[in-house]
């Protein structure tokens, strides 16, 4: 689903800010954009993220404001930088590339920057802050979700209406399709009858083919039965996008069931509308957690 959510804390002058923007996504996939300093609770955060958000695509933004004297000290690694760059200098040779070395392929290399102890030590001070706004922000994000929820179900009851609806004008049209059908089979029977090489087995399997292909009635109930269990899967506090996405998948099997066995031009249009009602379905569940 798609949403907002911000987190503020501020301890000792000190303020972590904490905005996470979500669009809908199958998935739950996490950006983050971080300050320098505490890149390197990336992992963490991530972690903490995705334990606490089951679906989206999350935009993750965290600002560190602070007193002057608390900023993050950093020194780089001579070493390391100049290994780097000896590296870019081989790597240019090898494959005879004019272009220079410059400043800006060096410092692209994040690992030739270092925090100094005490700094290290402020990181591991700021973790609290850092999760407890994440933590804000997943909370006024879910917020927002459940208001979209509420929108969403209110959608799917109509069209969970719309489905009932139709599947009743199914059934009607079945009993009036057996009379029409009882007529062909007694035309084909007669046909086989005066046959010279009739055939009483096949007649027979005529029969049980016809009869199996008149009766969807055990497809329409269970189809039924699945939009009642999807109204009451709704009601439910916990995770339902999976249990949901489940449901649509046997609805829309019971729904080609009774395509394959439609002999009827006016069943046929109602299987096209239902799919088309369960597809709009479909496309919204996968944005549910």
């Known amino acids: 689903m798609t949403g907002f959510g911000r987190g503020e804390v501020t301890t000792n002058g000190t303020t972590v800010t904490t905005e996470i923007r979500s669009v809908n996504n199958r998935f739950c996939e996490v950006s983050l954009k971080l300050p320098q300093q505490i890149q390197n609770l990336e992992n963490e955060v991530r972690e903490f993220i995705q334990r606490n958000v ?6 993750v933004m965290i600002r560190v404001d602070e007193p002057v004297e608390s900023t993050a000290r950093m020194h780089f690694d001579r070493e ?24 800006e392929h060096v410092i692209s290399n994040p690992n030739i920057f270092k925090l100094t102890d005490d700094q290290l030590e402020r990181v591991e001070r700021l973790r609290p802050l850092i999760l407890s706004s994440v933590d804000r922000a997943i909370a006024e994000l879910k917020k927002m979700r459940t ?39 007694q035309e084909r029977i007669a ?15 005529e029969i049980a083919i016809m009869a199996d292909k008149l009766d969807i009635t055990e497809e329409l ?9 999807f109204r009451e899967a709704m009601q439910n506090d916990e995770s339902v996008g ?3 996405n489940f449901l649509i998948q046997e609805m829309h099997r ?9 002999s009827h031009a006016g069943i046929s249009h109602h299987v096209v509308q239902l799919k088309e009602t369960l597809e709009i379905i479909r496309e919204q569940v996968q944005n549910i957690e």
């Not at 930088?81 to 220079?100: F, K």
């Not at 109930?221 to 269990?229: K, N």
């Open 54 to 59: 089951s679906r989206g695509k999350l935009h």
């Open 80 to 103: 390391a930088a100049q290994q780097y760059l000896s590296m870019l200098e081989e790597l240019r040779y090898m494959m005879r590339i004019e272009e220079p070395i410059t400043l």
């Open 147 to 185: 208001q979209e929820g509420s929108h969403l179900m209110d959608d799917f009851q109509k069209r969970l209406d719309t489905i009932d609806e139709t599947v009743q004008t199914i059934a009607s049209h079945a009993k009036e399709r057996v009379p029409e059908a009882r007529l062909k089979l």
């Open 191 to 205: 046909t086989l009858l005066d046959s010279e090489s009739f055939d009483k087995e096949r007649l027979e399997l």
């Open 221 to 229: 109930v269970r189809l039924s039965s699945h939009t009642r269990f």
């Open 242 to 244: 999976r249990k949901l």
């Open 254 to 262: 019971e729904i080609n069931t009774i395509g394959s066995k439609a």
